[in-house]
Every structure is written in C-alpha cells, then in structure tokens.
T-cell receptor, first 110, second 114 residues
Framework: QKEVEQNSGPLSVPEGAIASLNCTYS??????FFWYRQYSGKSPELIMS????GDKEDGRFTAQLNKASQYVSLLIRDSQPSDSATYLC??????????FGSGTRLQVQP | NAGVTQTPKFQVLKTGQSMTLQCAQD?????MYWYRQDPGMGLRLIYY?????TTDKGEVPNGYNVSRLNKREFSLRLESAAPSQTSVYFC????WGQGKETQYFGPGTRLLVL
C-alpha cells in the first residue's frame, strides 16, 4: 500500500464548477498535510497547509482534513482554466521529510 | 531573495559518466531535500539533510550521493549515470516544526542519460 494515494485523473470539470481532489494516507501518526500545485514543466508550489481536523479556507480553495478516516481533500470553487495543473498531496510524518502522492491531473474546460 | 536555485537546468549524460547537481537556498532553512520526479510516479525522496552536517537516505537513494556543504548548499552526485536515472530532479528546503515545514522547491534539473 502506498503511503499517500491519489487518483491520477484526469479530473475534468467545466469552468465555474467546483473541483474536488482527494487524498488518503496510511500513517496514523501523520501531523501535517499539504496541497501543492504543479504546472507542466514547472516546480511544485504550495497552495494550502492544514494541521487540524476540519476545514481551512483560503480564497477559492478549501482544504478538508479527517484524521479518523485518514483523508484529506482540496476543493476549488469557481474553477478557472488557469487551475488546470497537477495537484500533489503531501503528508508530514515527523521525520523531517514529506511524503508525496503521485498527483491528480485537473483539467478545467472553458 | 532568489529562494531555491539549481544548476544546471538541463544535462545530457552518457551511461557511466558522473555529474553533480548543485542546489542553494537563501531562506536560512535548516533542512534540504533532493527529489526525483518521473511520469506517473510523483515526487520520490532521494536524500535529505535535516540540518547542517547530517544527511539521511530517502525512498530511492541507490546510485546517488549527497553533500551538505554548508547551511545554504546541498549537492547531489551521480557517480556512474544509468539510463534509469533519466528524470527531473528537484531540490527543496524548509524549516521544521508545526507551521514551518512547508517545502519550497527549486526550478528543477532535467537529466537525460543515454
């Protein structure tokens, strides 16, 4: 079992819709959770971090964490074509390194 | 601030050749990391340095060596390149402790081994 699992996609949504990206992790001791966005040919950039159960909102982005279910998600409201990218989920387990999922490719159709 | 810088941006090697990938950060971070990214595989940790003077193996360390030269610089060496090492290599840095461990990535080095 992979430590961090994501559906590879592509996830295709129409412009203006809500995109929902999901991630599960295997280590119950995980303490920190991150969503990175990566455009084709570019390096990953941080979108959101979340440490406690519940929701965290930042503009059009909402991260949701459920430690009991070992599940973290990212919602993108009012999706734009510029949101088309690969979204990487990363989990911190306390060993001073993050474990990344393989990413979900999002396509926002104009 | 330049953030995290990497050199070279692109390199072609022949099997058996050696090379060193350079990484530097100007954010005064304690921890630095080397990842490789292959299609469909996400980011896989090669080596990391939690603090100056320490290095630890990650998920895929075979065929690589690292040096934490000082707090700013962390290099990755391929002693005898193999076609399986064709990949995009990213360096990253961070601090540690809750709220601080966001990793910041360099622009990447694209390596082709023939």
């Amino acid at each position: 079992q992979k430590e961090v699992e994501q559906n590879s996609g592509p996830l295709s949504v129409p412009e203006g819709a809500i995109a929902s990206l999901n991630c599960t992790y295997s280590d119950r001791g995980s303490q920190s959770f991150f969503w990175y966005r990566q455009y084709s040919g570019k390096s990953p950039e941080l979108i959101m971090s979340i440490y406690s159960n519940g929701d965290k909102e930042d503009g059009r982005f909402t991260a949701q964490l459920n430690k009991a279910s070992q599940y973290v998600s990212l919602l993108i409201r009012d999706s734009q074509p510029s949101d088309s990218a690969t979204y990487l989920c990363a989990v911190g387990t306390g060993r001073r390194a993050l474990t990344f999922g393989s990413g979900t490719r999002l396509q926002v159709q104009p | 601030n330049a953030g995290v810088t990497q050199t070279p941006k692109f390199q072609v090697l022949k099997t058996g050749q050696s090379m060193t990938l350079q990484c530097a950060q100007d954010m005064n971070h304690n921890s630095m990391y080397w990842y490789r990214q292959d299609p469909g595989m996400g980011l896989r940790l090669i080596y990391y340095s939690a603090s100056e003077g320490t290095t630890d193996k990650g998920e895929v360390p075979n065929g690589y060596n690292v040096s934490r030269l000082n707090k700013r610089e962390f290099s990755l060496r391929l002693e005898s390149a193999a076609p399986s090492q064709t990949s995009v290599y990213f360096c990253a840095s961070s601090d540690w402790g809750q709220g601080k461990e966001t990793q910041y990535f360099g622009p990447g080095t694209r390596l082709l081994v023939l």
